[in-house]
């Protein structure tokens, strides 16, 4: 599944966990606090129920975006954009 995980985190210990918890998971980084990629469904859940045992509710937001295949397609790049190759499917699998 295609996803875009993005947080909003204070604490930096905790905005460092789950970022690395994000790549281990297999998400790319496109910017400081967003990931993009592909992920298996139990990986995302995973991911999912480590950031609500580390984050601060009260504080801390965290979003996932699955997006298809078809709109990522439509995605427009400007300025220092990421490498859209990184996340497509026969391009990552080449990581696995």
Do not use: H
């Given at each position: 599944?295609?996803?875009?995980?993005?947080?909003?985190?204070?604490?930096?210990?905790?905005?460092?966990?789950?970022?690395?918890?994000a790549?281990?998971?297999?998400?790319?980084?496109?910017q400081?606090?967003?990931?993009?990629?592909?992920?298996?469904?139990?990986?995302?859940?995973?991911?999912?129920?480590?950031?609500?045992?580390?984050?601060?509710?009260?504080?801390?937001?965290?979003?996932?975006?699955?997006?298809?295949?078809?709109?990522?397609?439509?995605?427009?790049?400007?300025?220092?954009?990421?490498?859209?190759?990184?996340?497509?499917?026969?391009?990552?699998?080449?990581?696995?």
């Open positions: 599944m295609l996803v875009w995980f993005i947080y909003d985190i204070a604490v930096d210990k905790v905005r460092k966990k789950i970022s690395d918890k790549i281990e998971q297999g998400l790319y980084r496109v400081k606090s967003v990931f993009l990629g592909n992920i298996d469904t139990n990986l995302l859940d995973e991911l999912v129920v480590f950031a609500e045992t580390v984050i601060d509710p009260e504080e801390d937001s965290v979003y996932i975006f699955p997006m298809c295949q078809e709109d990522f397609k439509k995605v427009e790049l400007l300025g220092q954009a990421f490498d859209k190759a990184m996340v497509n499917d026969e391009i990552s699998s080449f990581f696995i």
